[in-house]
């Protein structure tokens, strides 16, 4: 079964400092991969997809993530963090027989200190 | 302009007593998703609507019942409320196409069962 995996609960940067965070995923085929952002007390925001193609995607606020099959990762960075990046992050994989419903990861709590 | 709205935005509740939850998109999408995030903020798909056609079923106890009277809407209907059943729901819509189309979320609907 497919599945997604953020080693990381909880991460904390310093305002300006260069963010990564980890997603691994598990899934038979080439994967549909996403990433989302939940500010509190709001619903799901995409930042970036990856479906095929260029490993590396680009999204919105300055967001990048890294097709990495070798690894089963999709990383997400941003090389200057803001305070309004606070927030918890969620990597997603494309599931089920028609590749129609998203398996999530259990997010990834970033906190950022100025 | 809200695209996605799901009403109410917090639900208090005792157990046994039935509740519903309702959600509308005006993005002109045929396509809505309940998910269920748990208190460990982990989510996870409950139901799929495309053109009020249910196209996924997740194992969800029979007692959650979505009904879409229309392609805009899709409502959450729970019988015999359970502790178990404190989370936040999100309403979520898209285009037809499976996961090439992204996936607009309500803000969530708070539901805490005592």
Known sequence: ?114 | DTAVSQTPKYLVTQMGNDKSIKCEQNLGHDTMYWYKQDSKKFLKIMFSYNNKELIINETVPNRFSPKSPDKAHLNLHINSLELGDSAVYFCASSQSGGLLREQFFGPGTRLTVL
């Open chain 1, 1 to 114: 079964a497919q599945s997604v995996t953020q080693p990381d609960i909880h991460i904390t940067v310093s305002e300006g400092a260069s963010l990564e965070l980890r997603c691994n995923y598990s899934y038979g085929a080439t994967p549909y991969l996403f990433w989302y952002v939940q500010s509190p007390g709001q619903g799901l925001q995409l930042l970036l997809k990856y479906f095929s193609g260029d490993t590396l995607v680009q999204g919105i606020k300055g967001f990048e993530a890294e097709f990495k099959r070798s690894q089963s990762s999709f990383n997400l960075r941003k090389p200057s963090v803001h305070w309004s990046d606070a927030a918890e992050y969620f990597c997603a994989v494309g599931a089920g027989e028609y590749g129609n419903k998203l398996v999530f990861g259990a997010g990834t709590i970033l906190r950022v200190k100025s």
